[in-house]
């Protein structure tokens, strides 16, 4: 018989009385473990060998499980704080334990809890003692994760850790330990392996992949090729990807254009007269200030109409319509045309709404944005300082809320979201204006997730618009985090974005 020289190695490596792992074979055959593998598989299909296959559990410490390794569990540090106070003795304050505990933020509910379960003492009344029996040292659940920070990197079997399945499970779901799941192949001789051995095989050349050098000497002719194997293990490439921010933003454009919206573009930085006066928002606004814009340092800009500019300052300073009555607070054109990063997208709407931006728009029109907007925030789990606002606006006789609610939950269930729930709002620039928010499939919390509403006639009206706009900015991230069950904001971009949450997430359409 003659057999590719990958398939005659792994057969001689390969035993009828001893199942062995692929690993083994490998390194016995001196082979890549993926190609050993995808020679054991040809070989199956011959009837030579048998690949079987073993189900594993590692298990390995997640950070927060080395971080209790290093410092102790908080309930061991709480019960040994409390017994240098004297608790074991009697009780005593329980505010000064966990400070002396060094427990902070998460850390104390977790302390208590786990310390009353394990029975290491009584919370009372804002008291603590601790039972001088307890044994913190023999607690299965610390020695569990000292054996599992004394095994490598690749983790230890579940076999190896001496722990009950109780313990380990604990670990699991207080979020201690990783369980990964992985699959063993295994090589055993047939009867008809063994009788090939015996008989003699004799291996044939095979080429793995055609080369430049095989084409151009014509070998290729008499070469005898590998055959593809699409079982064979084999380490996972990862290519290029587009991020999942900008695919979540392609496929909002996708759904826009879907429900007839145009797209807007505009400058990034722009006056404070198309951020902020066109939306009748008062030049002594709180949002105005240094402290929530980001100014540049950069000439005023002159390339505002003269009738545009005189309207809107007429509408802050006397009012605009019948009941408008305007701020009669300070104004002044100067401050209209400094220049600013875009607070949000909705100074792109106000260009295209007077008409700068191309053409004067006749009812009915739609049209939307997916840009970023810079804001200076507190970092946090739900805010960044440069964020994609998902703006749009459509402009039509007798529009209503209906109509607005209607975009809204006609836009989110394409992507599957079907709960959205509005809350009244103020803003200087719409009324009535209404706030979004979604539940957050892993944390079940509410989150923010738009701003919308009719734009005021104190808006519309200087802009020369005569017939209602219905508008709103939706937070891509926001948006994101729904469909892709992010906790935290930080986790899609930024420097502390999380590289397999990257690589793996995806994008509902
Ligand atoms: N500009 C608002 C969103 C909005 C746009 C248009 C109308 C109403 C609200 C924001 O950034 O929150």
């Given at each position: 018989?003659?057999?590719?020289?990958?398939?005659l190695?792994v057969?001689?490596?390969?035993s009828?009385?001893?199942?062995?792992t692929?690993?083994e074979?490998a390194a016995?055959?001196?082979?890549?473990p993926?190609?050993?593998?995808g020679?054991?598989?040809?070989l199956a299909?011959?009837?030579?060998?048998?690949?079987?296959s073993v189900?594993?559990?590692t298990?390995?410490l997640?950070?927060e499980?080395?971080?209790?390794?290093?410092e102790?569990?908080?309930?061991?540090?709480?019960?040994r704080?409390?017994?240098?106070?004297g608790?074991d003795?009697e009780?005593?304050?329980?505010g000064?334990?966990?400070?002396?505990?060094?427990?902070d933020?998460p850390?104390?509910?977790?302390?208590?809890a786990?310390?009353?379960?394990?029975g290491?003492?009584r919370?009372?009344g804002?008291?603590l003692?601790v039972?001088?029996?307890?044994?913190?040292?023999?607690?299965?659940?610390?020695?569990a994760?000292a054996?599992?920070?004394?095994a490598?990197?690749e983790?230890l079997?579940?076999?190896?850790?001496?722990a009950?399945?109780?313990?380990?499970?604990r670990?699991d779901?207080?979020?201690?330990l990783?369980?990964?799941e992985?699959?063993?192949?295994?090589?055993?001789?047939?009867?008809?392996g063994?009788d090939a051995?015996?008989?003699?095989v004799?291996?044939?050349?095979t080429?793995?992949?055609l080369?430049?050098?095989l084409l151009?000497?014509?070998?290729?002719?008499?070469?005898?090729?590998a055959e593809y194997?699409?079982e064979?293990?084999a380490?996972t490439?990862r290519g290029?990807?587009?991020h999942?921010?900008?695919r979540?933003?392609?496929?909002?454009?996708?759904?826009l254009?879907?429900?007839?919206f145009k797209?807007?573009?505009?400058?990034?930085a722009?006056?404070?007269?198309?951020?902020?006066?066109?939306?009748f928002m008062p030049?002594?606004h709180?949002a105005?200030?240094?402290?929530d814009r980001?100014?540049?340092?950069v000439?005023?800009?002159e390339?505002?109409p003269?009738?545009?500019m005189a309207?809107?300052?007429?509408?802050?300073?006397?009012?605009?319509?019948l009941d408008g009555d305007?701020y009669h607070s300070?104004w002044?054109q100067?401050?209209?045309r400094?220049?600013?990063?875009r607070?949000?997208?909705t100074s792109?709407?106000?260009?295209?709404?007077?008409?700068v931006a191309g053409?004067?728009?006749?009812p009915p029109?739609r049209?939307?944005?997916v840009?970023?907007?810079?804001?200076?925030?507190?970092?946090?789990?739900?805010?960044l300082?440069?964020?994609?606002q998902?703006e749009?606006?459509v402009?039509a006789e007798?529009?209503?809320v209906?109509?607005?609610?209607?975009?809204?939950?006609?836009f989110?269930?394409q992507?599957?979201?079907?709960?959205?729930r509005f809350k009244p709002?103020?803003?200087p620039?719409?009324?009535?204006s209404?706030?979004?928010?979604?539940?957050?499939p892993e944390?079940?919390?509410?989150i923010?997730i738009?701003n919308?509403g009719v734009?005021?006639e104190?808006v519309?009206?200087?802009?020369?618009?005569d017939?209602?706009?219905?508008?709103?900015?939706l937070?891509?991230e926001?948006?994101a985090m729904l469909t892709t069950?992010?906790?935290?904001?930080r986790?899609l971009?930024?420097?502390l974005?999380?590289i397999d949450?990257?690589r793996?997430?995806?994008?509902?359409?």
């Amino acid at each position: 018989m003659r057999l590719p020289e990958r398939q005659l190695a792994v057969l001689e490596a390969a035993s009828a009385t001893d199942e062995r792992t692929v690993a083994e074979i490998a390194a016995a055959a001196d082979l890549k473990p993926e190609t050993a593998a995808g020679a054991a598989f040809d070989l199956a299909d011959e009837g030579l060998v048998e690949v079987g296959s073993v189900a594993d559990e590692t298990l390995a410490l997640t950070d927060e499980g080395r971080r209790y390794v290093d410092e102790g569990l908080p309930e061991t540090r709480l019960y040994r704080a409390g017994r240098d106070a004297g608790a074991d003795a009697e009780p005593v304050s329980m505010g000064a334990v966990i400070g002396e505990a060094e427990l902070d933020g998460p850390e104390v509910d977790i302390a208590l809890a786990n310390f009353a379960r394990k029975g290491f003492g009584r919370v009372d009344g804002g008291d603590l003692s601790v039972d001088p029996d307890a044994d913190p040292d023999a607690d299965p659940e610390a020695t569990a994760l000292a054996a599992l920070a004394d095994a490598d990197e690749e983790g230890l079997g579940a076999d190896a850790l001496d722990a009950d399945e109780a313990v380990i499970d604990r670990l699991d779901s207080r979020g201690l330990l990783a369980v990964a799941e992985s699959v063993t192949r295994t090589v055993t001789l047939t009867d008809e392996g063994v009788d090939a051995l015996m008989t003699g095989v004799e291996a044939t050349e095979t080429v793995g992949a055609l080369t430049p050098e095989l084409l151009a000497s014509g070998e290729w002719r008499d070469a005898e090729f590998a055959e593809y194997n699409v079982e064979a293990e084999a380490e996972t490439a990862r290519g290029g990807r587009k991020h999942v921010l900008r695919r979540t933003a392609d496929r909002v454009k996708d759904v826009l254009v879907g429900m007839g919206f145009k797209e807007m573009e505009g400058p990034h930085a722009d006056a404070d007269f198309w951020i902020n006066d066109c939306l009748f928002m008062p030049q002594d606004h709180p949002a105005r200030t240094h402290w929530d814009r980001f100014a540049l340092d950069v000439d005023p800009m002159e390339s505002i109409p003269d009738e545009l500019m005189a309207r809107v300052e007429a509408a802050h300073r006397d009012g605009w319509g019948l009941d408008g009555d305007g701020y009669h607070s300070p104004w002044s054109q100067d401050f209209a045309r400094e220049v600013a990063l875009r607070g949000h997208t909705t100074s792109l709407s106000m260009r295209y709404l007077s008409g700068v931006a191309g053409a004067e728009l006749e009812p009915p029109q739609r049209y939307f944005s997916v840009e970023k907007v810079y804001r200076n925030d507190t970092l946090d789990p739900t805010h960044l300082l440069e964020f994609f606002q998902i703006e749009g606006w459509v402009m039509a006789e007798d529009l209503s809320v209906r109509d607005l609610m209607g975009t809204f939950e006609e836009f989110y269930r394409q992507f599957g979201i079907t709960d959205i729930r509005f809350k009244p709002h103020y803003n200087p620039y719409t009324e009535p204006s209404f706030e979004l928010f979604g539940e957050h499939p892993e944390t079940g919390e509410e989150i923010e997730i738009g701003n919308s509403g009719v734009f005021r006639e104190e808006v519309t009206g200087p802009l020369g618009v005569d017939c209602d706009v219905m508008a709103w900015g939706l937070a891509l991230e926001r948006l994101a985090m729904l469909t892709t069950g992010a906790e935290d904001i930080r986790d899609l971009h930024g420097t502390l974005a999380d590289i397999d949450f990257l690589r793996n997430a995806e994008v509902s359409y």
